[in-house]
């Protein structure tokens, strides 16, 4: 069983900046992709972001040159790095471990989630 605990969501400023944190319990997080997704009042959870067992990262179009995912398997953590925020990328971002490591756009492919964080972007 893994537990992923996500941190650093807020509010923010059009044009600012963030950086999520997702802890993970358990021995074998370096095996694991990890992935960010996050859902938005009234739309389905959507995918963002994801970094494999390998360190090969994927994004979405809409994350593409602003957002950037990154690993340290040493602190058990993943992060993700947000500038230029815009006021769509208001939503509650997830952290998500899928047990086979390679990296999956879709939510229903990831094993184990967090409690989500909320980002709120103002205009």
């Known amino acids: 069983q893994v537990q992923l605990v996500e941190s650093g969501g807020g509010l923010v400023q059009a044009g600012g900046s963030l950086r999520l944190s997702c802890a993970a319990s358990g021995r074998t997080f370096s095996s694991y992709a990890m992935g960010w997704l996050r859902q938005a009042p009234g739309k389905e959870r959507e995918f963002v972001a994801a970094i494999s067992w390998s360190g090969v990262k994927y994004y979405s179009d809409s994350a593409k040159g602003r957002l950037t995912i990154s690993r340290d398997n040493a602190l058990n953590t993943v992060y993700l790095q947000m500038n230029n925020l815009k006021p769509e990328d208001t939503a509650v971002y997830y952290c998500?471990?899928?047990?086979?490591?390679?990296?999956?756009?879709?939510?229903?492919?990831?094993?184990?989630w967090g409690q989500g964080t909320q980002v709120t972007v103002s205009s």
């Open positions: 998500a471990a899928r047990r086979r490591g390679l990296v999956s756009t879709t939510p229903e492919d990831y094993d184990y």
